[in-house]
């Protein structure tokens, strides 16, 4: 999904400017559900949700 690609790319460059406030929006909402953790993500697209939960821990502290 390159969605998920490009919302990691975000929330990267985010975290590295000292932005800490990022909102998040999708039409889709396989993606969403996947993000929040109530849908399975497909194997492809595992890493990259792991690498977006970091990121998002992170935005948080």
């Known amino acids: 999904m390159e969605e998920v690609d490009d919302v990691r790319a975000v929330l990267v460059a985010s975290v590295e400017k000292g932005i800490f406030d990022v909102k998040v ?8 559900r996947m993000i929040n953790g109530t849908l399975q993500p497909e194997v492809m ?15 948080g502290q």
């Not at 929006?25 to 969403?32: F, G, I, T, Y």
């Open 25 to 32: 929006e999708s039409d889709s909402n396989n993606l969403m």
């Open 45 to 59: 697209i595992k890493g990259i949700l792991f690498d977006l939960d970091n990121y998002n821990n992170n935005l």
